[in-house]
């Protein structure tokens, strides 16, 4: 008896399972159907962010929930409009990103994803929005490969190779005599990209990349094997292609080995441009210069300077919003790339093809998260301004003006 | 270069080793690995990082000793509550060893919930300054970390060998249930070797912590595999075999990521364990672990 009422149980889970087998590709499949019929209806205001709120990057995701946040809540203000945001949490694991993903479009109350921090997590989640026809704003994602992996990705991350190119021009007319380089980068799809950029460029330049090390990203601790080998080889630059955290100890690491910022100067990546990057390298850090078209409103950054309004209106609304002072180039990336998604919708609605089109025009809003932006027509970011810091007494300043004050 | 690279190779393998004696000594009683040694490291560091902030900066050597004595009653947490009831019930190894993975979870979880992700600035209190040779330099924290390495390998060899609660530690390690017979309180054994692991945990964790400038809730992670790795290339449960493991784990990845190629190091150094395991299954030392002494 007890076999029979075992064996009716599992049928019945079996049919279960089958049943919610069967009802889920229906219900995601028919969703950009049912998406049509809706929108002529009402459109949808729905928006999900799929970024890392635990684990090793959840710093930057943060940073780009609190900048998207916002951009929602200044422009329902200002428009009347309802427009709402939930964000889930990928871990930054790409596995997670492509469970989310799946369950956004399954949802189908979104007319847009936004996600994720690293590209590498962004790009495994497109087969399934291009499936469901789904917009997919990645506000941080600047691999190459990724707005051109489908029409329905667009970055907010200047592309690489671009990236590399401008901050090639801008470190070669800074600094003319610095020939060769030594690099560290992260063994990611990012890392190497950068690295192969970076090197084409510096040496179409001229210059002469002697030694390139690459490493695990949030695994590796030491690094003194590869910035003996960098000292050794007298490279005039230590470019350091990471992290923030990994960033940090990398120079920290250089300066106890006898490097120094006097004689090597010590480039970092926009990706480090952070606060808590000052916080670790502390007053040791003096000297490290950031080439990047990353944007900062760090307060010393600010004094004596003639802010346009608004972005005087934008700190302003994030510091009564957050209590937070600065707000970084994530949180700055994470509002333009909202604000130019709900802007875009509220003008020509949500269906998807028209929403690409219009976001890709990048207008009807103030961008902070740099200057002179556009997208080229195979949906690549262009910033085609750098800005140059230098870090003293745990501070971010300009270089032009750490010059000036020197003189 | 060689002289250079050779002292961070001997650096980091001192890092490793502080680490790995306190995994043999543990697989030295237990014949347990015990995975949430990592974890208790990270935590060591960090309980000496947030009683000394509590304490506004200063008192230093109460933070540190306060730490030891937090993660030992951490490490005793672990055995009373995690793996007692498991040797109570005559639970298979394997349990055990699953039951460590859980609580290394636990602690790297919580202490995610109470300090946050983000890594934190580490103060290096021994910032003592370098010596200078011709081709290469060194400071005086990575001589200290190797000086405590070494103590406390010998100090643990002693413990072990020369008093009586080591040969208590030894009778429970060859047979726990005759040792119990003679009047050894096994638990109680057990428990304080635990204790002193985790308190070595705790040092390993703040030293390591100094030398970096920066500590983070994936320390552990990032250590365990390589000091368990140099506890086996040494052989598990010997003391110096876990010193001199580390120490070798340490220069040959240095030396891998020097000569051959950066994005192989740990590839190399696990290429060279499994070769020295194949000629010698119990690692360079495992003859002499004292548990079998």
Known sequence: ?407 | MFLQQLINGITIGSTYALVAIGYSMVFGVLELINFAHGSVYMLGAYFSLMTYLAMGGRHFLLAFALSMVLSAVVGFSIDRAALRPLRKSNAPKTTALIATLGCSTIIENSVLLSFGTEAKKFPNLLDLGYIELPNARFSYLQLIILGTAISLMIGMSLLVYRTKMGKAMRSTAQNSEAAALMGINVQGVISITFMIGSALAAIAGTLVGMYYESISVTLGFTTSMKTFASAVLGGVGSLPGAMLGGILMGVIETMAASYVSSGYRDAIAFMVLILVLLIKPTGLLGKQRFDKA
């Open chain 1, 1 to 407: 008896m007890k076999k029979i009422i075992a064996l009716v149980l599992a049928l019945i889970m079996a049919a279960s399972m089958l049943t919610a087998c069967s009802s889920e590709p229906k219900e995601s499949g028919s969703s950009p159907a049912a998406t049509e019929s809706q929108s002529a209806k009402e459109e949808k205001t729905k928006i999900a962010m799929f970024v890392p709120l635990t684990g090793d990057f959840k710093q930057y995701g943060d940073a780009i929930v609190r900048g998207a946040k916002l951009a929602i809540k200044i422009f329902n203000r200002d428009n009347g409009t309802k427009f709402e945001l939930d964000v889930f949490d990928d871990k930054g694991d790409p596995n997670e990103s492509v469970n989310l993903a799946n369950k956004i479009v399954a949802d189908g109350s979104y007319f847009a994803a936004m996600g994720s921090y690293t590209s590498s997590c962004a790009m495994a989640t497109v087969p399934v929005f291009e499936e469901a026809n789904m917009l997919l704003y990645s506000p941080t994602g600047s691999h190459e490969d990724f707005p051109l992996m489908s029409p329905i990705t667009i970055p907010m991350g200047i592309t690489k190779k671009y990236d590399c190119a401008l901050q090639v021009n801008e470190l070669v007319k800074r600094f003319p005599e610095k020939k060769t380089m030594g690099m560290i980068y992260q063994n990611t799809d990012n890392g190497v990209v950068v690295a192969n950029a970076t090197t084409k460029a510096f040496e179409e330049h001229g210059g002469k990349v002697i030694v390139s090390e690459t490493f695990t990203p949030n695994q590796t601790s030491d690094f003194t094997p590869l910035l003996s080998k960098i000292k050794e080889s007298g490279a005039d630059i230590l470019y350091v292609e990471s992290g923030y955290v990994d960033g940090a100890k990398i120079f920290n690491q250089a300066l106890a080995l006898g490097m120094d910022t006097s004689t090597t100067l010590f480039l970092a990546n926009g990706t480090q441009l952070k606060p808590e990057f000052l916080d670790l390298v502390g007053d040791k850090g003096n000297g490290i210069v950031f080439i990047t078209t990353m944007v900062s409103y760090q307060k010393k950054l600010l004094e004596g300077k003639q802010l346009d309004p608004e972005i005087t209106k934008f700190l302003e609304e994030y510091k009564q919003e957050y209590n937070l002072e600065e707000p970084d180039a994530f949180v700055c990336q994470g509002y333009d790339s909202t604000m130019n998604l709900i802007t875009s919708a509220h003008k020509v609605g949500t269906k998807t093809e028209d929403l690409i089109k219009q976001c890709l025009k990048f207008e009807g809003f103030y961008p902070v998260s740099g200057k002179d932006m556009s997208y080229t027509e195979h949906k690549e970011l262009l910033k085609n301004y750098q800005f140059v810091y230098i870090v003293e007494d745990s501070e971010f300043l300009y270089l032009d003006d750490w010059l000036a004050a020197q003189k």
